[in-house]
């Protein structure tokens, strides 16, 4: 079964060459899917191994998307663009991007990156990933939240929230970072609502609030 792929990339000459490079190379072992601007990319519900991702796009910006994909999926993610400042790679890491390849670039070097990061990811999907702190365990694969060993029910936000806590464990990730990475690269309300939802998750993990600490002017961590 061929690995499914989608290029977001609003040049045809580098969609085109990307396209006919993997089908040379790989004799159909990879389905790629192309859009050429950011609102088609955003229209498209479907699961994906991997996405390659422009950020300068008609319509949605790259960024945009990834903040969108990333709220439903954990496929690997890999920026291609002619942005290579410190800024926007950084951005890009922020917002879930797992690699992030600066134009121009060498298509047998994104043949191999590709290779290793969507086996990886495939072989990590076929055994059941839990998050682990203390006992606050999230089931990735079912979405689901266990707190000393009981099923607790969470909404998608709180799931997510909680999540990228747990996957930057000691790591202080500021109110910004958290909306961009939950609520979306384009949410435009207070930032606060990172500070309800924190509120949210502590009573849900019970005796086990704690681990939730707050940076004062900073933003909040798990330990």
């Known amino acids: 079964m061929a690995y499914s792929v989608l290029l977001v990339e609003d040049s045809f000459q580098i969609s085109e060459g990307i396209v006919d490079f993997f089908a040379n190379k790989a004799n159909g072992e990879y389905d790629i899917t192309v859009v050429n601007d950011g609102d088609s990319a955003l229209a498209i519900k479907d699961d ?21 994909i990333r709220r439903r999926s954990d496929c690997p993610i890999i920026f291609l663009t002619a942005m290579g400042t410190e800024e926007t790679i950084l951005k890009g890491y922020e917002l879930g991007a797992d690699d992030y390849i600066v134009k121009p670039f060498s298509l047998e070097q994104l043949f191999a990156k590709t290779q290793v990061m969507i086996k990886r990811a495939n072989s990590g999907r076929q055994v059941n990933k839990r998050l682990v702190v203390d006992e606050i365990e999230l089931d990735t694969i ?4 266990f707190v000393s060993g009981k099923e607790v029910t969470v909404t998608a936000k709180e799931y997510f929230l909680l999540k ?12 910004e970072q958290l ?9 435009d309300g207070s930032e606060r609502v990172v500070d309800t939802h924190i509120k949210k998750l502590r009573r849900l993990l019970g005796d086990k609030r704690n681990h939730i600490k707050t ?6 961590k798990i330990v």
Request: glycine residues 14%; contains cysteine.
């Open 48 to 68: 994906f191994d991997l996405v390659f991702l422009d950020i300068m796009l008609p319509g949605a910006s790259g960024f945009e998307v990834c903040s969108s």
């Open 142 to 145: 079912g979405m689901r939240l």
């Open 164 to 175: 990228i806590l747990m996957e930057h464990k000691g790591m202080i990730l500021s109110r």
């Open 179 to 187: 909306l961009e990475r939950v609520w979306g690269y384009d949410y």
């Open 215 to 220: 940076a004062i002017g900073r933003g909040y």
